[in-house]
């Protein structure tokens, strides 16, 4: 009779001390991207597709993509499963690189317009490449016990570097006219460029 009090005095605390946070949930936020949306520079309100798009990261251990070798460094389009590389759109997901919290790191990105210019043989064609520098601190946020941590962005500059042949004509935060954002989640645009 004893062991049977112990058993069932054992299994209510196993019970009792399981939470519900034990399973990370499916559609618990994760560590967002940075949002861009392109529209068209005249009339700032109408969506706009960038021809043969293609966007990169910034890094000299990357190689420039072409036909052949699509690096892994280009990146996913947030509204879709495609890569973008050389072919029409009108969004960017751009993934942040993590460092210690609460220090700033900078990073850019090649947006390059008309990559099929490049690809192809003829060397009188080229394409146009814009590069976005982003700067922000990292912030680290407790989810909870099985989701562990996720990162948010604070403190978000971004910036288009002027090399006298903009494609990009202008950019901006989404829904404010602060210099600098949080990013926290992936529900909506963060960034706008207009071209």
């Known amino acids: 009779m004893r062991f049977y009090k112990f ?3 054992f299994l209510a605390l196993l019970f009792l ?3 519900r946070d034990d399973i990370c949930a499916e559609g618990t936020p994760t560590t967002p991207r940075l949002l861009i949306e392109f529209f068209d520079a005249t009339d700032t309100d109408i969506v706009k597709n960038v021809p043969r798009l293609s966007v990169y990261a910034d890094d000299p251990s990357i190689t ?3 036909n052949e070798n699509t690096s892994g460094a280009i ?3 947030p509204f879709g499963t495609e890569r973008v590389f050389n072919r029409n759109s009108n969004a960017a997901g751009l993934p942040f690189l993590l460092g210690a919290e609460d220090e700033f790191i900078t990073l850019r990105y090649f947006f390059e317009k008309d990559t099929n210019l490049r690809l192809v043989d003829d060397t009188s064609t080229n394409s146009n490449i814009d590069v976005v520098e982003i700067t922000y601190k990292p912030e680290f946020v407790y989810v909870s016990r099985a989701c562990g941590f996720k990162s948010i962005v604070t403190e978000l500059e971004i910036e288009v570097i002027d090399d006298g042949d903009n494609w ?4 901006s935060f989404s829904n ?3 210099q600098s954002i949080t990013v926290e989640n992936e529900d909506e645009t963060h ?3 207009f071209h």
């Open 7 to 9: 058993s069932i005095l």
């Open 17 to 19: 001390g399981c939470e």
């Open 64 to 66: 420039t993509p072409t």
């Open 75 to 77: 990146l996913v389009e």
């Open 168 to 171: 990009i004509q202008n950019l």
């Open 176 to 178: 404010t006219i602060e």
């Open 191 to 193: 960034v706008q460029i």
